[in-house]
């Protein structure tokens, strides 16, 4: 009955913009921790952003610093991920996640995923 769906993603030229969309069913991101995740084909999943309940400052990628942005709107029990300036190395299946701990930066840490949502960022 726990469901995390992710959207939003796509296709999308580099410099261009997707806003990611994950909406819950069967929990509330209210006090939850809550992280963005991107996994290259090959590859294990990798942190983009977190957003821990409690109001605690966000924390992204080094890699994404200024381009993306995580958010909450609990009314709409949902979370977001903003992203700008994409670039190719954006490209990967994204995830979002969720965690009782107050704080999580490894996938270990999450116990509440979605099913991911394709973002390419090419010519």
């Known amino acids: 009955q726990v469901q995390l769906i992710e959207s939003g993603g796509g296709l999308v030229q580099p410099g261009g913009s997707l806003r990611l969309s994950c909406a819950a069913s069967?929990?509330?991101?209210?006090?939850?921790?809550v992280g963005w995740f991107r996994q290259a084909p090959g590859k294990e999943p990798v942190l983009v952003a977190t957003?821990?309940?409690?109001?605690?400052?966000?924390v992204y990628a080094d890699s994404v610093k200024g381009r993306f942005t995580i958010s909450r709107d609990n009314a709409r029990n949902s979370v977001y991920l903003q992203m700008n300036s994409l670039k190719p190395e954006d490209t990967a299946v994204y995830y979002c996640?969720?965690?009782?701990?107050?704080?999580?930066?490894?996938?270990?840490?999450?116990?509440?995923w979605g099913q991911g949502t394709q973002v390419t960022v090419s010519s």
């Open positions: 996640a969720a965690t009782v701990r107050a704080r999580a930066f490894k996938t270990d840490d999450y116990n509440y």
């Open positions: 957003n821990s309940w409690g109001d605690r400052s966000p």
């Open positions: 069967g929990l509330t991101f209210n006090n939850l921790g």
